[in-house]
Structures are given as C-alpha cells and as structure tokens.
C-alpha cells in the first residue's frame, strides 16, 4: 500500500505543477479548476493510503521479490444478496434527472437515497449489538 500511496502524491504534485502552468499560460478557468480540483482528490487519495500503510502491515505488492501468488487469499467481506445498492441507483438517476428535467425532481430521490443508504448501512447489524 505504500507504493500506491507514493504514487498518488507524486501525481498530486505533478497536477499542481501542470495546473499552475496551465492556469497561467492558458488563462482559461475551467480546465485550470479541474486541475485543480484533480490535484485535491489524488492528494487526498495518496494521503489516505499512505496514512493507512503505516497502521497495516506490509502486503505483497510492498515487497519487490513477491509474486502474484503472494497477494492471493481473502479480500474481505462484500454482501452477496443486497438490495440496498439498487436503491441507491435508482434514487441517484432520478437526482441527476433533477438536475435536467428539474430541481423539483430532488424532493422525490432524497428519501429514496436516504432509505437505501440507511438500509445498507444497518443492513448486518442485528442481533446482540441491537438497540432496543
């Protein structure tokens, strides 16, 4: 995870560099914004992974005499039967179909979206750890 860190904010540097560049030569707003804005997210990308690496330990791809069979095993857990992402979906495309047809439109998909975020994130959590 480290490598993936280290690559993230190397390009977070070359972005800021090129958006600087360009925002100067170019003069142009939009692509210097989206530079810009490209250069946060990989920044906060390389962050989170370099900052998770040190609190995990080394995997496969941090070593350079691994092999691919190195990395093999279990990924974790992904629910196998959830319905939750398809509500999210349908509740995200009629958002964006807000922004189109109008902003009325948004009143509808935001209790759809916030049943199917709720419901997915409450989805295992039963049993003992339940609250009355």
Do not use: C
Request: glycine share 12%; net charge negative; proline share 3%.
């Amino acid at each position: 995870m480290k490598v993936q860190g280290k690559m993230f904010l190397w390009l977070a540097a070359f972005l800021v560099a090129m958006a600087i560049i360009y925002g100067l030569w170019s003069k142009e707003p939009a692509g210097t914004t989206a530079l810009f804005l490209a250069f946060g997210l990989s920044l906060m990308i390389g962050y989170y992974l370099a900052f998770t690496a040190r609190r995990v330990d080394a995997g496969a791809q941090d070593n350079k005499d691994a092999d691919v069979a190195d990395d093999a095993g279990e990924l974790g857990f992904f629910s196998p039967h959830s319905w939750q992402p398809l509500s999210l979906a349908f509740g995200g495309a009629l958002a964006f179909m807000g922004v189109v047809f109008g902003w009325w439109l948004l009143f509808f998909s935001l209790p759809i979206i916030l049943i199917g975020l709720w419901g997915w994130v409450f989805e295992y959590y039963r049993g003992e750890n339940r609250t009355q």
